[in-house]
């Protein structure tokens, strides 16, 4: 659920029962570019947001598979066709003596990928949020739990935003205009 650079509302609360209870009921009344900033994970946030889960294991997985049949196919290509030697009667590719090697590089890209797909999906690196500026924002380090809602968002209105907000018992309900500086 991204916010973009757009003007958002926001509101602040303090309590995670009270802004999981409000991430459902946002969700629920249709509004899909809306963001929450906490200082600490809240357990079940995801769920209540209604966010999706991730495609990191695939990207993960894809790096094990690229890892392996790479391991598999240089030892292939080097011990039985390009530089074929025939020592003591052994295969020219035996699978049983490239397994440590198999297990370091499918290790090694599913590592990479992993890290690549973080990097990613999570938008890294990302210097600067536009909404930082704000005072209300600020305090999402420290104690308060924001909600800030788009105004991409199809459903979005200043008036009925802010209202619902403050009917979910958000404090301090704003609008903010981004901040590029």
Not at 91 to 112: H, K
Not at 136 to 154: C, N, R, Y
Request: hydrophobic letters at 45%; charged letters at 20%.
């Amino acid at each position: 659920m991204s916010i973009g650079t757009s003007t958002v509302v926001m509101g602040n609360f303090k309590d995670p029962n009270a802004l999981l209870h409000a991430a459902e009921k946002i969700r629920d009344s249709g509004f899909r570019k809306f963001d929450i900033f906490t200082p600490y994970p809240v357990h079940g946030l995801d769920g209540a947001m209604g966010i999706k889960r991730t495609i990191l294991p695939y990207i993960s997985f894809g790096g094990a598979i690229f890892g392996l049949t790479n391991a598999l196919f240089l030892q292939f290509y080097t011990g039985a066709v390009d530089y074929k030697l025939n020592i003591g009667g052994k295969p020219f590719f035996g699978w049983e003596f490239s397994v440590p090697i198999d297990f370091e590089l499918t290790i090694l890209c599913t590592a990479l990928a992993t890290i690549a797909g973080v990097f990613y999906l999570c938008k890294l690196p990302t210097w600067h949020m536009p909404f930082q500026h704000d005072q209300g924002f600020q305090k999402a380090v420290d104690d308060t739990f924001v909600v800030a809602i788009s105004s991409e968002d199809p459903r979005y209105t200043n008036d009925g935003t802010m209202m619902l907000l403050e009917q979910l018992g958000a404090k301090d309900v704003r609008v903010v205009e981004p901040r590029n500086d």
